[in-house]
């Protein structure tokens, strides 16, 4: 009867403890609890990966702390059992607080006369971990107790493991087991030995007193029993454990954080905040870790064999034309060489592009029209490489890179061999304002503010720019004209003529000869660029897939020695498209550029541009556009049974320079090449008996030219038009007349 007794009390008691417990359950699960709630939804570090998931970078939050966040199903279950063990081995079994636990650990630390032993279990950690005041008082004690309660009448044991483990403390600006794995042993959580994992679970109880950087044996002596405990371990083989726990302790080492592909990971981060962007867990990019290492590779190695070339500094963008994403992106080829400025991105830099410009130049040529819907420019066009000054009171008077006058140049040679008259006629003649007009729909930015201040010389590049922007601008011809904001720039059929002219090695011949950096075995299209002081040497390359771009030069901008040329980055350019091409296997059918549809290709003069006529000595097939009837070649006379060219009167120049050229005087309108309109010359008080002021005249359609000086009769000559005039102070006009035709100027001598 005793027993029955016994047994109904102990069921009484038992079913009140229960129900006062469920009671309180439920109170507490419907009681709000905003610190546990914020807790939750604390920020936690960023992995970034690469398009094939290969961790490139870890962001650290706001204040340096490192916290990666791994859900619990993809926490190894050792490591969880590991965890358990060491911090609170009745976890599963109890409400928050564990009463057998705190009843065996006051008798233990009564008996050893201190603490040495705790009983606060995974709920009770959590909320110490908490942010908020605290102190170490009773009252703290009971307030921690009551909050367990409340966190676990809130959360499954799952989701309050899953918690703990990814906000735990490890020391060091750390927390949480997955940036503990990647801090200590540079390793993925999953990627741990059982050794590392018992490491690391002990830690968090005192992490100044088990750092295994600092102190590997206490780490390992502790570590040891909590491995045996989860790992059963055979009696005889707990020596080899222990030894095994030591070295594990002793191969740590404090890992700095994730850190490749720092320019672009900088430039991303910068513009994901400017969005106010929420940074998740895990954010994937379209960058790829492998071409990265690749190209960084061939930056090295090409700066290394310039290093008498002042050559300190290199940037390399690189980008699929099929969505504009970032496939590489190298700010500077060594993110480490503080001595030369390594961290400055170089691929946000502005710099002078040189001749990288023209093909957007050429292409607005190329896509304008008459009303009649007839190109007012073709790829045949024959422009007059020959001296020539623009503008008036600031001269701009044009040179190639070899200082040779080539005469009759027709636009592709022009563009694809570089030469840099033909590019400052071609915008003189269409107007600086409308090409910066387009190049801002290209999304050349940079040229907002001084673009109008390099007049002129924007034809060479002159304006300052980005590689960001070049790049992403010269995609537009892979891309058939489509701009990098999804708009249209060009039509489809003058991108492919771009796309023809600058892959087109016969026509770069005269530029660069025969034996050039960029010959591809696929279809490819390349331009390079120096600045007028060879500061900087850039090289644009585009596949129908991919478009790169590869700036050299120093951030402190000195002269590039013994290197003027763009050979460097162009072959490093190549050498990436190389093998993008190669690694996509052998024997692939490569993508090919388009064929303009508004052209077909025709015989033309290869002088002239022209039909070829009885007595031309060379034609070239061009593509001329369809329905336009070409005009039979003039050029190429015969005359007293010679067979003789016969240039255009805009010649007369290069003519003095080439005596076995004839002109064709009557070819074009009267005009006065020097001076220009209002120029002013200044007089000087030594040798005054020899300056003369030196004039020249073109074109008109007799042989004989009548000029006035100040408004009175000065003289009559006969072809060439060329004279000189006294040097006199004040202002003047000069006036010339051939037939009916009158030319004037004004300019003035002080």
Known sequence: MFKNKFVKIFFWIFTIILGVHLLLKGVFALIPYPELDSFKNQKYSTRFYDRKDN?????????????????LEKIPENVQKLFICAEDKRFYHHTGVDFVAALSAFFQNKSAGRTVRGASTITMQLVKIMPGPREYSFKQKLKDVLNAWRIEAKLSKKEILELYLNSVPFGHSCEGVTSAARLFYDKEIWELSDFEAASLSVIPRRPVNYDPTVYPERNANRAVKIFQEVIKVKEEDLEALATDLLLTAEDSQIYGQKNEMPHYMNYLISDLKKKNFDFPYEYKTTVDLEVYNVAQNYLRTSIRSADKARIANASLLLIDNRDNSVITWIGNYDWYDSKHSGQIDGVLVRNQPGSSMKPFLYALALDSKDKNGISNY????????????FGNQNLYIPSNFNNRYNGPVRLRIALASSLNVPAVDLLHQIGVQNYLKKLKELGFNSLDAKGLDADLGLALGAGEVTLYELVNGFSVFPKKGIGPEG???????????????LSDKGARALGFGYEQTFQTDYPSIFKTGTSNQYQDIVALGATPRFTIGVWMGNFKGQTVRGKTGSSLPASVAKNVLDYLTVRSGENVVYD??????????????????????????????EY???????????WHQKKDGNEVVVYPSEYQVWKRLNSFAELNYSSSKLEILTPKENSIFYHSEMNQEIQALSVEVIGGFTDKLKIEYDGKPYKEINRPFKFNLPVEPGKHNLTVICDDEKVQRFFEVL
């Open 378 to 389: 073709t790829p045949a066009t024959v422009f007059a490489d020959v001296p020539k000054e």
């Open 487 to 501: 708009n249209r720039v060009f039509s489809e059929d003058t991108a492919a003529l771009i796309c023809s002219i």
């Open 55 to 71: 961790l490139i970078f870890v962001k650290a939050l706001d204040d340096g702390l490192k916290r990666e966040f791994t859900p």
């Open 592 to 621: 090919s550029f388009d064929e303009p549809e508004g052209w077909n290709k025709q015989k033309i003069c290869s002088l002239s541009g022209l039909k070829p006529g009885p007595y031309c000595t060379g034609t070239v097939l």
């Open 624 to 634: 001329v556009q369809n329905n336009v009837v070409l005009k039979e070649c003039d």
